[in-house]
């Protein structure tokens, strides 16, 4: 697998639990969110759906052979940014991976953007409340 497939599989799969709307080459419109996802064939499944007449579906699978286009309708998180508020409540103790999607802190604790995802005890808590007071913040923009 090149270099570009990896990438092009890595930004798909991270649309999954977010909002997207899906076009498909018929011109149909499908938004809700995407909970399942074959790289392969691009055939997706999204929850919590409604078509472009107001449908409302539970669950729609839609043939990769079918999609157009997939919009993400939510705002891309702002990993920097995080990084920047947790630099200046753990100074010199805070490694940014962006490619890679993490925050390393104290070398001890990971964050990414749905929160911290390793490591315990009281920094781990303290990173937690940073990044939950940080989300508050970001979603009244």
Do not use: C
């Not at 076009?23 to 074959?38: A, E, F, I, R, S």
């Not at 920047?84 to 925050?103: D, S």
């Amino acid at each position: 697998m090149s270099m570009a497939q990896r990438r092009f599989n890595s930004e798909v799969s991270a649309l999954i639990d977010t909002m997207v709307t899906v076009v498909t080459t018929d011109n149909k419109k499908y938004t809700g969110t995407l909970v399942g996802l074959d790289p392969e064939n691009l055939n997706l499944i999204i929850s919590d759906a409604k078509d472009s007449e107001s449908h409302f579906f539970s669950r729609v699978i839609i043939s990769g052979n079918t999609v157009a286009r997939i919009l993400s309708t939510q705002k891309a998180f702002d990993l920097r940014g995080l990084a920047e508020r947790l630099e200046r409540v753990f100074p010199r103790m805070v490694k940014l991976y962006e490619k890679e999607g993490f925050i390393w802190v104290m070398d001890r604790v990971k964050v990414t953007e749905k929160g911290v995802v390793e490591g315990s005890g009281p920094a781990a808590e303290r990173v937690q409340r940073v990044y939950m007071q940080f989300l508050q913040e970001m979603q009244k923009k």
